[in-house]
């Protein structure tokens, strides 16, 4: 399932058919050359506004998704959102409504995947959404993996916030206890985590596009239906299909779907943290992500807890 958001300089511009391609698209068109990370996926798309971003809109997708999934209308594992505030370096808010409806899907065997932003290379500029510990929040890179500038940057472990969380596991368990009902200033320790999960491509990526949109007009080429966009957006859905290939590998193999937390955990702890020397947990988190390993742990039944993930090293941008 995707959630997108057409940003006012994109607006009818095929931002959402081109996230939605990163994943899914069976690359037909093109010969095989830009075939979506989890071809032939089922795709629910919502579109959660034009011009701004609106968090009834949001809520609302949320809604009828779970509600759908409870009906049997479709069956869901992997939610992508290529939206978000910008320059948003709020803690961690619990009971915000978006924040509220990830943690709805994450119960419904739902792994929310968001981009991280687009405000980088500050540090302290994640998507707020991005900073909840059940969700995977994801950088861009070039075609080079190396950190794009304008991916959003997590807080530094420097002092310079008086939270700066990079430990999911104790964040996560402190939710679920807030979600069961432990009152929030019962709860010691940590609720956000202010680090990026894990990188993907970001810059230049090429995807699916109308041949009537305007970056296909403007920009015409041999590609008819493709066309080059770059942002978080672009390296979420990239993720987000490769978080398909995991839940499919799991069921391919054992008949069952993962736990959404098992499948984010599996793909932090097969990142590669060490591809650039430049790569710092505020930027990459767990580092580039690794698509067949993860899969290759899914097959085996052995899909990584907590306690496996290495983060790339601390500060040095």
């Keep these: ?100 409806a990830t943690w709805a899907a994450h119960e419904a065997g739902i792994l929310p995947v968001f981009s991280a932003g687009n405000s ?52 996560y368990e402190n939710l679920a206890a807030l979600h069961d009902g432990t009152p929030e200033n019962e709860i010691e320790g940590p609720l956000g985590i202010y680090r990026t999960g894990v990188a993907a491509k970001g810059g230049d990526v090429m995807g699916t596009l109308n041949p009537a949109d305007p970056l296909n007009v403007a920009d015409p080429d041999d590609k008819r239906y493709y066309g080059p966009m770059s942002g978080t957006s672009m390296s979420c859905p990239v993720t987000a299909g490769c978080a398909t290939l995991v839940v499919d590998a799991s069921l391919e193999a054992h008949g069952e779907a993962p736990d959404p937390i098992d499948v984010l955990t599996t793909l932090e702890a097969t990142a590669v943290e060490t591809v650039h020397d430049t790569y710092t947990a505020e930027s990459v988190g767990a580092g580039y992500v690794d698509a067949l390993t993860a899969v290759q742990r899914a097959e085996s039944g052995e899909l990584a807890g907590f306690d496996e993930v290495d983060l790339a090293p601390g500060s040095r941008e």
């Design 1 to 100: 399932m995707v959630v997108g958001r057409r940003l006012p300089r994109q607006r009818a511009s095929g931002h959402g058919t081109h996230c939605a391609g990163s994943i899914a698209v069976d690359g037909s068109a093109s010969d095989g050359e830009f075939t979506g990370m989890a071809p032939d996926a089922d795709l629910t798309v919502y579109s959660c506004g034009v011009g701004g971003l609106l968090i009834v809109y949001i809520v609302a997708a949320y809604d009828d998704m779970l509600r759908r999934q409870r009906e049997g209308e479709h069956d869901v594992q992997v939610v992508s959102n290529s939206y978000g505030p910008a320059d948003d370096d709020r803690p961690f808010v619990p009971d915000d409504p978006t924040n509220v």
């Design 120 to 171: 980088g290379p500050e540090r302290g500029t994640l998507n707020q959404y991005a900073t909840a510990p059940h969700v995977l929040g994801v950088g861009a890179t070039h075609a080079d993996q190396t950190v794009t500038d304008f991916s959003s940057r997590g807080r530094p472990q420097d002092a310079s916030w008086e939270q700066d969380n990079y430990d999911r596991h104790a964040a």
